[in-house]
């Protein structure tokens, strides 16, 4: 039983190998085989319109694009790393650039940006830049970008007596506390659900938080600069100025901004085109957007998150020079324009914005000033894990279950735990012969944090 187990076990290796080379074989077959690139959501349907120019340049190359939903990206790119299957190229969210660099799945393009005439950085908003560039060698080009700013209601600000816009935290709070005051309570001052960590974490960035420590192997999260950020931001619930609610509990969250349930409401730049189709034709000239306050008003406007897309080329390809000729030819200023008029996402090359469609909306003229001012969370793998963390252990205090201090406690213990098995790594790179297995600080739940 034995034997035939092994028999079977070895026929299907053999299988594997066999179809493992004859892949290899179709790789190798030169231009032949298409160049193949993965894109999400939106973006993915529409990005071919951009291609018939780059097959003229390049009659030689045929681009072979996969569509696919945003929500299944992420594992879907984990899964085909694991099972060597990933395309030539894709653009992946800037957040995700340390997780596939730690795994070894992104080909370094410092050099080929340094050699290239079309893409250097020069031209592009540096808070974006910088989320692509790890241990001083860049991994991604930025292909569109994406931040926060606030939307707001100017019939409602001005019924409030406040005419401009806030540009510091006590100035926001004194408008949210005008709005909800004259509307009788009806009105909140701002809709900041509480199943978002964005809202927090770009507060504690405003006031100089760090999020993870120097080596970012713990939470620094009770740290004074976050503490003072997140009794800020729970105060607003607290306060009344902001409604306890999740995402999943807004019913409409269009349709209650247009009856006037809330004045403001910290979004991206995706939401620029709902607005317009989904509000009504008499407030259309009654909302806008103005970039994000900051803490106390030395600086202005406040930071706000870089965020957005990032084009990558796979390590494992085999068809690097071509894949680069495509991310070249994407990061271009005159492809940046056409595919923003296709989707509406927001180009990552400066240039690009003296296009007559996005320099003349007025909606967009508060992105193009926050995109000068941003920061990047800290560039740990485990970001995506951490990041979720942040509201789950906020919302009791928002709800008043626990006190803030506690909850920030609490957020640091669980993030020291995400990061244990960074911990070890690093020592065990610094201390080879004490961090061995026994060496670990927990050597039981080893397996269970690299499962997380």
Not at 227 to 238: I, K, N, P, S
Not at 283 to 297: K, N
Not at 342 to 369: H, K
Not at 403 to 429: C, Y
């Amino acid at each position: 039983m034995a034997r035939r187990r092994f028999a079977v076990a070895s026929a299907f290796v053999a299988v594997l190998a066999l179809e493992a080379a004859a892949g290899c074989a179709r790789r190798g077959a030169g231009t032949a085989e298409p160049l193949r690139m993965w894109a999400f959501g939106r973006e993915g349907e529409v990005v071919t319109q951009l291609l018939p120019e780059f097959n003229r340049r390049y009659p030689g190359i045929r681009v072979e694009v996969q569509q696919i939903p945003w929500t299944a990206a992420h594992e879907k790119l984990l899964t085909a790393f694991v099972g060597k299957a990933l395309p030539d190229l894709s653009p992946i969210g800037n957040s995700w650039v340390a997780e596939f660099h730690a795994i070894g799945a992104l080909e370094p393009l410092q050099g080929r940006a340094e050699r290239s005439a079309v893409v250097s950085g020069s031209d592009d908003f540096p808070g974006i830049w910088r989320t692509n560039v790890l241990d001083g060698v860049l991994y991604g080009i930025p292909w569109y970008v994406d931040t926060r700013v606030l939307f707001y209601r100017r019939d409602l600000l001005r019924r409030a007596g406040r005419e401009k816009p806030a540009t510091t935290w006590s100035e926001w709070r004194d408008a949210m506390r005008r709005v909800r005051a004259s509307s009788g309570n009806r009105t909140y001052g701002a809709l900041l659900p509480t199943d978002e960590w964005s809202e927090p974490i770009i507060l504690g960035l405003q006031r100089g938080a760090t999020l993870l420590n120097a080596e970012g192997t713990r939470g620094a999260f009770r740290e004074p600069a976050f503490a003072e950020a997140a009794a800020f931001y729970v105060g607003l619930f607290r306060e009344g100025l902001a409604p306890t609610l999740s995402n999943t509990q807004v019913a409409n969250l269009y349709q209650q901004f247009a009856n006037g349930d809330y004045a403001m409401y910290p979004t991206g730049p995706w939401n620029i085109g709902e607005f317009r189709r989904r509000l009504p034709a008499s407030l259309q000239s009654e909302w806008t957007t103005m970039p994000m306050p900051s803490a106390d008003g030395t600086a202005s406007p406040g930071l706000s998150l870089a965020g957005g897309s990032s084009l990558v080329v796979f390590r494992g390809s085999d068809r690097k020079d071509d894949a680069w000729k495509l991310v070249e030819y994407l990061s271009e200023p005159a492809q940046q324009s056409r595919f923003y008029r296709l989707v509406g996402d927001l180009p990552a090359r400066r240039s690009a914005w003296a296009d007559p469609a996005l320099a003349g909306d007025p909606a967009a003229a508060a992105f193009r000033v926050q995109l000068e001012h941003l920061a990047r969370t800290p560039q740990v793998p485990e970001w995506e894990q951490i990041c979720t963390r942040v509201w789950e252990h906020l919302e009791p205090a928002i709800r008043g279950r626990v006190p803030v201090a506690t909850a920030l406690a609490d957020l640091d213990a669980d993030v020291d735990q995400i990061l244990l098995k960074r911990r070890w790594m690093l020592e065990r790179r610094r201390s080879p012969a004490r961090a061995g297995w026994m060496g670990h600080p927990n050597p039981e739940r080893l397996g269970e944090s690299a499962a997380r």
